[in-house]
């Protein structure tokens, strides 16, 4: 098998260069370079950047998973049949995604939502998550989440089933 190119794993401040990303969004540059550090520290984000295999300091994207509810009057009706009538279930929250722009042409986005979506998954395994859900800041980036199955949920926020994840990332059937 060919050795992957990019290896995604949890933002360590001591090794990671932040002062350099920029996905040409400042709210989500000076995120990673200001606040993801901490919120981690406080447990309440986990952040997890993409590093080319060639320069393992080089952010080339991240993204946070936080826990999060949803509630299930807001879920459509055809997809709350097999689910169980609590006001709200758990669910998993990808806070923020950004890729660097000089990785375009990378399929960064791709690779990074793969990801979150695969981990989600397999922690909806250990601590039960019915939807992922993501907060889109604009027409653009709540286009990039429809492209892979997420549908709208209330306002800026979209939701993808979790039992959905295997038909977008195929090693989620793997368990
Ligand atoms: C949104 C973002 C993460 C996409 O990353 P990317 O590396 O360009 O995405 P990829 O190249 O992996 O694209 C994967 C697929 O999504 C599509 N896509 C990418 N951006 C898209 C957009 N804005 N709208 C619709 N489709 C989009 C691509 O065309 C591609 O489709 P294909 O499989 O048919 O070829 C990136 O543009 C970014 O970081 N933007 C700034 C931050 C941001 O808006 N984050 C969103 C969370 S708020």
Redesign the pocket.
């Known amino acids: 098998m060919p050795t992957p190119r990019f290896t995604i794993e949890l933002l360590d401040p001591a090794r990671h260069r932040r002062e350099e990303f920029d996905?040409?969004?400042e709210i989500?540059n000076t995120y990673l370079k200001r606040r993801a550090n901490q919120e981690m520290k406080a447990l309440a984000a986990a952040c997890y950047v993409i590093v080319p295999d060639g320069e393992p300091d080089r952010i080339a994207?991240y993204y946070t998973l936080s826990a999060a509810t949803v509630e299930l009057g807001k879920i459509p009706e055809n997809l709350q049949k097999k689910l169980p009538r609590y006001d709200e279930l758990g669910a998993v929250l990808i806070g923020?995604?950004?890729?660097d722009q000089e990785?375009?042409k990378?399929?960064?986005?791709?690779?990074?939502l793969m990801s979150a979506l695969l981990r989600s998954y397999r922690e909806s395994k250990r601590i039960g998550a019915v939807a992922i859900l993501?907060?889109?800041?604009?027409e653009?980036?709540s286009?990039?989440y429809k492209?892979f199955g997420f549908r709208p949920l209330t306002g800026s926020r979209l939701f993808l089933p979790m039992k959905d994840v295997p038909n977008w990332n195929p090693l989620a059937k793997e368990g």
Do not use: H, N, Q
């Open positions: 996905c040409g969004v989500l994207g923020r995604l950004a890729r990785f375009a990378e399929r960064i986005g791709e690779k990074l993501v907060d889109a800041k604009d653009a980036a286009a990039f492209r």
